[in-house]
């Protein structure tokens, strides 16, 4: 059961956009889907709780009489939404846990620096060698100097920990509109969403590997 985690220790980068889609794709393709949120303002499970029935299902955690959580039985594969200032002890609960782990990054120089001392401290925490750590551009707005500004950082400081970029996605409002329904890009037509789906298939594919 793959177990896909999306972090980030800065607020605001887009983690529960990035958790939804994600399960939404893995919904959409068939595989019986779990998002957990182990965020304490549950914006995961806000959206779930708007989901319509006849969009594919997407199960959350069962919680049992003395509280333990896991996932629902049946479940295949599970992607995790963590919260702001993740670290220490909880951080290297959710890494135990983690076979696949996507890191958004904002085109912000507060962003971009935090970011990388996070996936120097994920590498040292990550259950061994095969865990996939992967980078994600998130509300980026091309030709401006803060894209400028991600693109060099990503080319000096990732090559040496070999991390790889997964691009970077758009700032739209398609995600808000669709979040407020409980809805995914895999959910509407695709011509509505061309250009999101496109830039989600460097995603997809690392997904899938």
């Given at each position: 059961?793959?177990?896909?985690?999306?972090?980030?220790?800065?607020?605001?980068?887009?983690?529960?956009?990035?958790?939804?889609?994600?399960?939404?794709?893995?919904?959409?393709?068939?595989?019986?889907?779990?998002?957990?949120?182990?965020?304490?303002?549950?914006?995961?499970?806000?959206?779930?709780?708007?989901?319509?029935?006849?969009?594919?299902?997407?199960?959350?955690?069962?919680?049992?009489?003395?509280?333990?959580?896991?996932?629902?039985?049946?479940?295949?594969?599970?992607?995790?939404?963590?919260?702001?200032?993740?670290?220490?002890?909880?951080?290297?609960?959710?890494?135990?846990?983690?076979?696949?782990?996507?890191?958004?990054?904002?085109?912000?120089?507060?962003?971009?620096?935090?970011?990388?001392?996070?996936?120097?401290?994920?590498?040292?925490?990550?259950?061994?060698?095969?865990?996939?750590?992967?980078?994600?551009?998130?509300?980026?707005?091309?030709?401006?100097?803060?894209?400028?500004?991600?693109?060099?950082?990503?080319?000096?400081?990732?090559?040496?920990?070999?991390?790889?970029?997964?691009?970077?996605?758009?700032?739209?409002?398609?995600?808000?509109?669709?979040?407020?329904r409980g809805l995914t890009?895999?959910?509407?037509?695709?011509g509505r969403v061309e250009?999101?789906?496109?830039?989600?298939?460097?995603?997809?594919?690392?997904?899938?590997?």
């Amino acid at each position: 059961m793959p177990v896909y985690v999306v972090a980030n220790p800065k607020g605001g980068v887009g983690k529960s956009t990035l958790s939804t889609n994600l399960a939404g794709y893995l919904a959409r393709r068939g595989h019986a889907t779990m998002l957990g949120d182990t965020d304490r303002q549950q914006s995961a499970l806000t959206w779930l709780k708007l989901r319509p029935e006849a969009a594919p299902a997407i199960g959350t955690w069962d919680v049992s009489h003395d509280h333990v959580v896991k996932p629902p039985k049946g479940t295949t594969h599970v992607v995790l939404d963590t919260p702001a200032g993740l670290h220490g002890k909880r951080l290297e609960e959710i890494m135990k846990l983690a076979d696949k782990v996507l890191v958004p990054l904002q085109a912000s120089i507060f962003d971009i620096y935090a970011t990388r001392d996070f996936l120097a401290t994920l590498i040292e925490r990550r259950k061994h060698d095969k865990v996939d750590i992967a980078v994600i551009g998130n509300r980026v707005r091309d030709h401006t100097i803060a894209a400028d500004q991600l693109r060099h950082f990503l080319a000096e400081h990732l090559g040496p920990l070999k991390i790889p970029v997964l691009g970077a996605l758009r700032d739209t409002q398609n995600y808000v509109h669709l979040a407020a329904r409980g809805l995914t890009l895999w959910d509407v037509a695709p011509g509505r969403v061309e250009r999101d789906l496109e830039q989600w298939q460097p995603v997809v594919r690392w997904s899938d590997a």
